[in-house]
Nanobody, 118 residues
Framework: QVRLVESGGGLVQPGGSLRLSCRAS????????MGWYRQPPGKERELVAH????????HHAESVKGRFTISRDNAKNTVYLQMNSLKPEDTAMYYC???????????WGQGTQVTVAS
C-alpha cells in the first residue's frame, strides 16, 4: 500500500537549518509530483513547495523562497525539504503529499513537527 513517512523535524533556533525527508513506498515514485505542506498552530494547511516527478520543475511559496529548497532522489524514493534561515513563523507540522490531477490519487504522510524557538 502507499506509504509516505516524514522525518527530520525537531526544535531549532531562529536562523538554523533542518532537512526534512519523506520516504515513499507502494507506488512508482517517479511517476508522481510531490509536495510539502505545513500547518501552523491554529491555521490552515498551506503549500510550501512542490516538485515534478522528474525533478526538473519546482515551485516554492513566496514565504519560503530563497530559504527553503525542495528536491528529490528517485533512486531512493525520497523527497527532501532543505530549510535554512528558519524563523519562528516557520513553526508548523510539515506534511509530505503525493500530488495527482485526480484528487482520489493524492495521499498525505503523517507529518513531522518543526519548532523554531530560542
Amino acid at each position: 500500500q502507499v506509504r509516505l513517512v516524514e522525518s527530520g523535524g525537531g526544535l531549532v533556533q531562529p536562523g538554523g537549518s533542518l532537512r526534512l525527508s519523506c520516504r515513499a513506498s507502494g507506488f512508482p515514485f517517479s511517476n508522481y509530483a510531490m509536495g510539502w505542506y505545513r500547518q501552523p498552530p491554529g491555521k490552515e494547511r498551506e503549500l510550501v513547495a512542490h516538485i515534478s516527478g522528474t525533478g526538473d520543475m519546482l515551485h516554492h511559496a513566496e514565504s519560503v523562497k530563497g530559504r527553503f529548497t525542495i528536491s528529490r532522489d528517485n533512486a531512493k524514493n525520497t523527497v527532501y525539504l532543505q530549510m535554512n534561515s528558519l524563523k519562528p513563523e516557520d513553526t508548523a507540522m510539515y506534511y509530505c503529499k503525493r500530488l495527482a490531477a485526480d484528487s482520489a490519487l493524492t495521499y498525505w504522510g503523517q507529518g513531522t513537527q518543526v519548532t523554531v524557538a530560542s
